[in-house]
């Protein structure tokens, strides 16, 4: 046989003998992938709130934790940087100048934009034109930076007892975190903004010791037990049912009572909520006391209970002079009315789904929209195509949109009509029935706007809320239609016999 | 002349012959794929056993959830993903082998898991293994396991396991 042969015969063998050495390589980095699945690198413990500690133990997670600074955007929401202001995304007000009508009066009116991933809360708080035309409380923080060591210092300094290396479910490592919530609640906002040092982070939502998911936000805490006191069904909230059906001598404890998916939606539910600050310590409140359905929670704000013994109100409309409430974020409350939820499905199925990295799985910790990853957030339970899967999602989204259109129109015609009845002379007391009617529509329409799911999270409740809000703008308009009618007799038509 | 050479003796000549060194390279390649496939656990992939499915860890999902499965006492893998004649089962082995460590090493793979059509169709022709005679009169004369828009994992998906 020729030289030349053998040598080609000898690259070859060669060649593949790298091949074969390569694969045994990949084959081994996979067979440890299997066996090793954290690095116990670094001690972290009650007290390691940098999540770049935590990040050495759990690096796949990290990972994903860290690329939240991504800005991305689908058809009804993402964080799509904004042209003309880089470090920002889009503004909703400029794009829907209704919302701006809704809001005379109050500082959503003066900037209002797409939120940006969890990478960016604590400066997009600290950014926002609304920090310059209002004084902010320190119970803004409570959910846009990672406040469990924060509270726990601040509370010890209040007097409670122990260090804050004691387990935050033990009696002391409640009351550090309870004082110090109460504390950092009245402060003003910019005193509490510069205790923190990072947005949320590992130990908001982990033990450090088990990794064990855990609610640390005191929000949560107290809104939940209301909640489970209540008597509205949560067909979508087990373990709340199963407390309800015990003695009830202590109060519920999601820490103690939820089962793992069940907690794997209410970390989330720690901060994705409609709240309000009670009294003149501006605590942080969920006003979950009657149900989560919206109105359970406008019949809670109706009570006349709040300053000056009347229904409590974020703003009076200065159109209108109507007693309005500004809802925020719902995310949690609808999901609890959807399908989704009921089958036992939580915000992390979808949100932080699992992926595959070689041998292993893990949650990917890149907290977005499924919309963006429709493979892994819902073909693991859908059998249909990802195509098919975002025209069903945007289906949805489109019809709550046109529904949303329809109660912004009517809520925008009884403000314009409640102001020519006011410049027409009439009377608080004449115009109170128009303004409640514009109160009720108001906090709807707000409701699944302020909602980031465009109706997706429960599409039937979103669309009943807002043909009620169509409704409601609707009787509004009517109320002052017959006082003015009632004024002037009109001619009444001849009716000829036939 | 180069002085550096030492003496070719029959010993050296013997190893500088291109056959031979052909040859020594050739057994070390062989000898590490040897290693390789023993290391990987390559003979449990000519078994019956599931726990071979599992070895690569990405289907452990679907083994756990078989375990659970109404088919677990009646079906393993192999009864429902390869057909049941000799040539047609290995045939099935050797490609379901080549897709599966294909997308392994590569990680370039659909997540979650997708069953190859080709796949499908065995599937179902495992159903009707079983199950002939009790369906025989509904898929007589319809579509039933003909096309994929029409078979029995469609409706009855987690039969099997759950997950994809």
Redesign the interface.
Known sequence: MSKALYTLGFVAAAGAGVGVALLLGNIKKHQVEATVTNYDLVKVDEKTADPAEWGKNHPRQYDSYKRTVDMERTRYGGSEADPKKPDTTYSKIEEDPRLVTMWKGYAFAVDFREERGHAYMLQDQKDTERQKVVKQPGACLHCHASTTTVYRAEGIKAGAPGDGTEDLCSAAGKEQLMKGFDKVCSMPYADAAAMAKHPVACIDCHDPKSMALRVTRPGFLDGIAVLAKSSEPTPALPSVEKWRKGDRKRDYDPNVDASRQEMRSFVCGQCHVEYYFKGDAKRLTYPWHKGVKVENILSYYDEPVFKDGKPYKDFAHKISGAPALKAQHPEFELWSQGVHARAGVACADCHMPYVREGAMKVSDHQVRSPMLMIDKACQTCHRASEAEMKARCELIQDRTKALMDRALNGLCDLIKDIEAAQADGAGDEELAKARDFQRQAQFRIDFINAENSMGFHAPQEAARILGEACDFARQGQVELAKKHAAKPALPKPEVKAP | MDTNLAPATPKTRFFRR??V??FL??S??LG??A??FA??RGLSYLSNDPKACVN???M??NYDSWQKSSHHAVASCNDCHVPHDLLGKYLAKAKHGWRHSKA??T?DY???I?VHPESRREIQDNCLRCHGKLTDAIAGHAKLGKTDEVNCI?CH?TVGHG??
């Open positions: 291109p056959a060194m052909l390279v050739l070390m390649v590490m794929g290693y390789t290391d990987a690569c860890h990405v452990n999902d392994f090493t990680g659909h997540d979650p997708q469609r998906a997950g994809r």
